[in-house]
């Protein structure tokens, strides 16, 4: 399967394969993989100074400082830290930032709610899997899909757009 990353130094987009370590994938192809990669997260180091990241990172590290770790709230692992931040590097700058808090498993949720009957919700734990849930309207859902390559899979990307990139222009609209 081919996905699409952003390759910031020609303003344009490279097909990248979406590699796990458990994929029969040659190292070389890996290599090259890794290497867009790391040349496209150099690229965003200077925008993680001073744009979206740094205030989806700082809110990110806010929320975890402050949860309490006792009976009821478990520690916050290394890996969620991480995942979230992969997580939060993967969201299109369409969609505003996220509300992040800390559940009590010590998960991070990622928290989207333009209004009281249109909400996202995603769970960051430190396996590569996330857990969502939606509600818009009438309608609600949930599901768990894999953060691969750093990548949002399209179903729960295609929704999230839905109730969260339309917020700005229904406010504006009304």
């Given amino acids: 399967m081919l996905g699409l990353i952003p390759v910031m130094s020609t303003g344009g ?3 990248v394969p979406d590699v796990t370590h458990y994929s029969a994938v040659s190292n070389e192809a890996t290599q090259v993989i890794e290497s867009l ?3 496209d997260y150099a690229q965003q180091g200077s925008q993680m100074l001073s744009g979206r990241l740094a205030e989806a990172t700082s809110a990110l590290y806010a929320a ?3 949860s309490e ?3 009821e709230q478990a520690a916050v692992p290394l890996g969620a830290i991480q995942n979230a931040r992969s997580t939060l590097r993967a969201l299109p700058t369409a969609l505003p930032l996220p509300e992040i808090g800390i559940d009590p498993d010590g998960a991070i949720s990622l928290d ?3 209004t009281r009957s249109r909400m996202f919700s995603i ?3 430190d396996s590569d899997r996330l857990a969502y849930a939606w509600l818009n309207g009438t309608e609600r859902g ?3 899909v894999r953060l691969v390559a750093g990548q949002l899979p399209g179903p729960m990307l295609l929704q999230l757009m839905e109730i969260a990139g339309d917020a700005a222009a229904s406010l504006r609209a009304a």
Avoid: K
């Fill in 37 to 39: 990669r790391m040349i």
């Fill in 123 to 125: 769970s960051v734990s």
């Fill in 64 to 66: 975890v400082n402050e």
């Fill in 142 to 144: 949930h599901g768990v």
């Fill in 69 to 71: 770790v006792d009976d």
């Fill in 13 to 15: 987009y490279a097909f």
């Fill in 112 to 114: 989207w709610m333009p």
